[in-house]
């Protein structure tokens, strides 16, 4: 991989392109080093260059001009030196912590999703049902949910069927965890058919289109010519 560049010389600090996406990992590093890091809430410029809404401005400290060197080499990205603090408006970023949900009914969707997050070094919990209901969840800055049945979430495995720990789901008192979670400021993101979850068990004003078409109304008809 082909070392990224560091222009400028950074009085106050550096600017990172926040739609690439080694800049996940990039943000993951610097937050676990103890790194000021702020979002522009406005485009800016300095001097000849223009900076878009929702650039990471990284602040100087001792050791930041050492970790963004390594950064730019390791991974390829690519810092704009910043001469003083943008005169706009910017947005200290809170430490980021993801909670991935993980039902004791084995799914590859939750697999995948862990891996991904994985890949880009997220600092990243896993949520049981246990790890939900009636727990203050203010810490994670997002939830994930991946793509599972409503009523498996919520009811789990039938009493019996399982040994004990691994019965039930997050049943109604991780729903009412969760929409005091989602009231106080918490972001959860639903995958597919968790998305279910959240329309009904919150009254969301949305509606899932595709429920109401059978499954042939998505089969294409491939017509092959020689």
């Known amino acids: 991989m082909p070392a990224g560049n560091i222009s400028g010389k950074a009085g106050f600090g550096y600017a990172l392109d926040s739609k690439e996406n080694?800049?996940?990992?990039?943000?993951?590093?610097?937050?676990?080093?103890?790194?000021?890091?702020?979002i522009a809430q406005a485009d800016f410029k300095e001097g000849n260059n223009s900076f878009?809404?929702?650039?990471?401005?990284?602040?100087?400290?001792s050791k930041t001009a050492a970790l963004?060197?390594?950064?730019?080499?390791?991974?390829?990205?690519?810092?704009?030196?910043?001469?003083?603090?943008?005169?706009?408006?910017?947005?200290?970023?809170?430490?980021?912590?993801?909670?991935?949900?993980?039902?004791?009914d084995a799914n590859i969707d939750e697999g995948w999703t862990r891996w991904v997050l994985e890949q880009f070094e997220f600092d990243l919990d896993t949520l049981h049902n246990s790890d939900i209901k009636g727990k203050d969840l203010s810490a994670y800055s997002a939830i994930i949910f991946p793509s599972q049945a409503p009523e498996d979430i919520i009811r789990g495995h039938v009493a019996g069927t399982m040994p004990e720990p691994y019965v039930g789901g997050i049943e109604l008192e991780g729903v009412l965890t969760l929409n005091e979670y989602v009231?106080?400021?918490?972001?959860?993101?639903?995958?597919?058919?968790?998305?279910?979850?959240?329309?009904?068990?919150?009254?969301?004003?949305?509606?899932?289109?595709?429920?109401?078409?059978?499954?042939?109304?998505?089969?294409?008809?491939?017509?092959?010519?020689?």
């Not at 990992?25 to 676990?32: A, D, E």
């Not at 597919?192 to 004003?205: R, V």
Request: charged share 25%; glycine share 8%.
């Open 22 to 38: 080694a800049t996940a990992t990039v943000i993951n590093r610097l937050q676990k080093d103890g790194e000021h890091i702020s």
């Open 52 to 61: 878009e809404k929702g650039t990471f401005i990284i602040e100087n400290g």
């Open 68 to 104: 963004v060197d390594k950064l730019s080499k390791e991974l390829g990205v690519s810092f704009t030196s910043l001469t003083a603090k943008p005169s706009g408006d910017i947005k200290p970023l809170k430490k980021v912590k993801v909670g991935l949900y993980k039902s004791w």
């Open 183 to 226: 009231k106080k400021g918490g972001v959860m993101i639903m995958f597919d058919q968790a998305c279910n979850l959240a329309i009904d068990q919150f009254a969301l004003p949305v509606k899932m289109l595709r429920m109401d078409y059978p499954p042939a109304s998505f089969l294409f008809q491939v017509l092959l010519s020689e």
